[in-house]
């Protein structure tokens, strides 16, 4: 199976890997560039309908190419933060270092093996990384990144995060509790 995409939204085509990857499809490989790429190649097209027989589909799921919370907080990982620049003035993970997902792109194709290797030279290659966005296509397309250059890699979503951390600070939160009016809680300072 080969997942290509259109070059206007880069990554669809990698989230769509990744899901493949996370059920455990074995032979699947994405076009390197996009639709447009192959029709100035001018290799061919067709544009009827192709209908496959259906049959059971069971997935193997792969669940090292999915980080959880926990492991994300344990700081085993490495971790990526794909969101686009603006994104990141909302916070981020804490140790969590920003990707711009243009910087693994030459155009609307990878870049070659020795620029991806200038782009993640400053990762350990031996540690676990974990990358992270809050939308489906910037995450992955960085995860494909770093897995064609050998890095075990996840992904995770900042959404996840950001659930985890509401509901633990709203836990660790102390309901205030009602002071009797008798109470004398206040000083006087001054005179009256």
């Not at 669809?12 to 447009?36: C, M, P, T």
């Not at 996840?160 to 009797?180: F, G, T, Y």
Request: proline letters at 5%; aromatic letters at 12%.
């Amino acid at each position: 199976m080969v997942v290509y995409g259109s070059s206007e939204r880069s990554g669809d085509s990698e989230f769509a890997f990744w899901v493949l990857s996370y059920l455990g499809h074995k032979n699947a490989r994405v076009l390197d560039g996009s639709l447009e790429d192959w029709i100035a190649a001018g290799l061919p097209m067709e544009s009827s309908e192709n209908r496959k027989l259906a049959v059971a589909y069971k997935p193997d799921i792969k669940s090292e190419f999915l980080a959880g919370y926990d492991y994300v907080k344990s700081g085993q990982a490495q971790i990526l933060d794909a969101r686009p620049f603006p994104e990141l003035s909302k916070g981020r993970i804490p140790g969590a270092v920003a990707m711009d997902t243009t910087n693994v792109l030459d155009k609307d194709m990878m870049k070659s093996g020795e620029g991806l290797k200038i782009v993640f030279e400053r990762l350990n290659k031996v540690s676990p990384v974990v990358v992270y966005s809050d939308d489906y296509a910037n995450a992955p397309l960085v995860w494909f990144a770093l897995r064609l250059m050998g890095y075990n890699a996840s992904i995770y979503t900042w959404e996840d995060w950001r659930a985890h951390e509401i509901k633990n600070s709203s836990m660790l939160a102390q309901p205030i509790k009602e002071v009797p009016k008798s109470a004398k809680y206040y000083k006087k300072l001054g005179r009256t």
